[in-house]
């Protein structure tokens, strides 16, 4: 229709005849480069979609790598198991390829190394705080021999800004949270403990028996045996938690509730 009106004044007007041929001319080209960059668009998202597909890891050892981190199995264990963390800590690359899943799953969930030897870390109880698939992508992780996951890696932990900030990095980054619960709150579940919980790492109670700070950092430095697995009891962190860290640890379980 825009196109007839140009066309009649043309009889008259030679000018906007050429204006009207240039019009359709341009509406030719514009039509092509759209389908051009149409074309383009669709190669575009075929490339990106398989190169997507090639990358992907097996969702079960993902999820394990996420767990080890999680866990905090790394803090120990090394990054991706490899070690030299502590001489009491063996590393786990060789190691885990080696062990069958049921043997994998009872030192994950009943421990291993637990005593009351207050100087030597030993392998936690998770029982009582990892489902069963938690454990199986752990074992499905382990077995795969630990392989690089992208962003399964421990919570950066802030510098320069006071020990409390620092402190509350590392409650996670260290897996305090697991079995403490977020803020310190409480409440994961021990049933075969004499308390039936995990106790909380603030309120009243807590206060008053941890009412100093050596008081906190002996227990966070020799953990406490209260009994056989299933029973979780608090892992000993000596020798794994630098000094720097463990004073960072207690500036941030005093700001809690
Ligand atoms: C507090 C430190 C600590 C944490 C956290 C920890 N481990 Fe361990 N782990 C140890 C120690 C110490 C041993 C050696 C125990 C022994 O042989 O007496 C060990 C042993 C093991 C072993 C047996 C290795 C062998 O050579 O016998 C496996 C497998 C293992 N840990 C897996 C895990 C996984 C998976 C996680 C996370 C869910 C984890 N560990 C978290 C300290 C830790
Ligand atoms: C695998 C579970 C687990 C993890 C992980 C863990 N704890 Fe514990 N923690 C316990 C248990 C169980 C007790 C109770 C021990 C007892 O009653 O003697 C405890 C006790 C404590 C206590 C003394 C509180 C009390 O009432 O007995 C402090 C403080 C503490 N943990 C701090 C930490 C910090 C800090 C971290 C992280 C570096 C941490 N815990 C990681 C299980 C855990």
Not at 63 to 82: E, L, T
Request: proline share 8%; aromatic share 4%.
């Amino acid at each position: 229709m825009a196109d007839d009106k140009p066309d009649r004044v043309g009889h008259r007007l030679l000018i906007a005849a050429v204006a009207a041929a240039l019009v359709g001319v341009g509406g030719v080209i514009g039509i092509a480069a759209n389908s051009g960059s149409t074309k383009a668009k669709t190669v575009t998202v075929g490339t990106t979609a398989a190169s997507a597909t090639a990358a992907a890891v097996d969702p079960h050892v993902a999820a394990g790598a996420h767990d080890f981190i999680q866990f905090a199995c790394s803090q120990c264990h090394g990054d991706r198991g490899r070690g030299g963390v502590s001489p009491d800590v063996p590393a786990l690359t060789t190691v885990a390829k080696g062990m069958t899943p049921a043997v994998l799953r009872s030192i994950i969930n009943h421990g291993l190394g637990e005593s009351s030897n207050p100087t030597k870390p030993y392998m936690p109880v998770w029982g009582a705080v990892i489902s069963k698939t938690q454990v199986d992508d752990l074992i499905a992780y382990l077995r795969a021999g630990l392989p690089a996951v992208p962003t399964a890696e421990p919570v950066a932990v802030p510098q320069n800004q006071g020990p409390a900030v620092e402190g509350g990095a590392l409650y996670v980054r260290d897996g305090c949270i697991n079995c403490h619960g977020p803020n310190g709150l409480g409440g994961v579940p021990n049933p075969q403990s004499p308390d039936k919980t995990i106790p909380p790492l603030s309120g009243q109670d807590f206060r008053k028996e941890f009412n100093t700070q050596a008081k906190i950092a002996d227990v966070i430095r020799s953990g406490s045996v209260i009994g056989r697995a299933p029973i979780v009891s608090m892992p000993h962190w000596g020798g794994i938690i630098v000094d720097a860290q463990l004073k960072a640890l207690i500036a941030y379980i005093e700001t809690l509730k």
